[in-house]
């Protein structure tokens, strides 16, 4: 059983602090690794992919992968009340895609 | 937005009847899922598809069948409805299903009684 495992939360943090999320795979041969962010009663939407080790930065936010200890995360720098949902970590297979439970989210005011 | 509609957005179903789900595209992308979204557990693969006729099970598939006789749509089959099946289903699609990214439907949420 391929799993990807994240810490449920709920993570609060004040604004303009800087988030930071976590997520662990176990399968050695993954290659993608996504982050979603996705708010309450909507979809997942795409916030950052990243394939190779190091950081990946896209304005506030820096996905981190580190495959020899199988762990991938997310930093959002800045936190703002509208970066509150929650984040889930996706990890590709061959052909499929599987999901952690995700991470809420708060960042208050 | 992709271009990806599910339907119906919300339906209520009495346990023991069958239902279908239904996910259309307009981006033709390859590959096609559904997954299931429950409290504590998150997104759950049940299903995909990586071209027309070409199906494979997910993590979660009992109780569900699906089919895709066109590129643009995937249908996700309750053949006969229980209670744990209550849920909030999502389609998403992928141009390759190993390296690219998802996007995702509306989601539909089924209530069975």
């Known amino acids: 059983q391929k799993e990807v495992e994240q810490n449920s939360g709920p993570l609060s943090v004040p604004e303009g602090a800087i988030a930071s999320l976590n997520c662990t795979y176990s399968?050695?041969?993954?290659?993608?690794f996504f982050w979603y962010r996705q708010y309450s009663g909507k979809s997942p939407e795409l916030i950052m992919s990243i394939y190779s080790n190091g950081d990946k930065e896209d304005g506030r936010f820096t996905a981190q992968l580190n495959k020899a200890s199988q762990y991938v995360s997310l930093l959002i720098r800045d936190s703002q009340p509208s970066d509150s949902a929650t984040y889930l970590c996706?990890?590709?297979?061959?052909?499929?895609?599987?999901f952690g439970a995700g991470t809420r989210l708060t960042v208050k005011p | 937005d992709a271009g990806i509609t599910q339907s119906p957005r919300h339906k209520v179903t009495e346990t023991g009847t069958p239902v279908t789900l239904r996910c259309h595209q307009t981006?033709?992308?390859?590959?096609m899922y559904w997954y299931r979204q429950d409290p504590g557990h998150g997104l759950r693969l049940i299903h995909y598809s990586y071209g027309v006729k070409d199906t494979d099970k997910g993590e979660v598939s009992d109780g569900y069948s699906v089919s895709r006789s066109k590129t643009e749509d995937f249908l996700l089959t309750l053949e006969s409805a229980t209670s744990s099946q209550t849920s909030v289903y999502f389609c998403a699609i992928s141009w390759d299903g190993s390296n690219t990214e998802a996007f995702f439907g509306q989601g539909t949420r089924l209530t069975v009684v």
């Open positions: 981006e033709n992308h390859r590959y």
């Open positions: 996706a990890v590709n297979g061959d052909n499929d895609m599987r």
């Open positions: 399968d050695r041969v993954s290659q993608s």
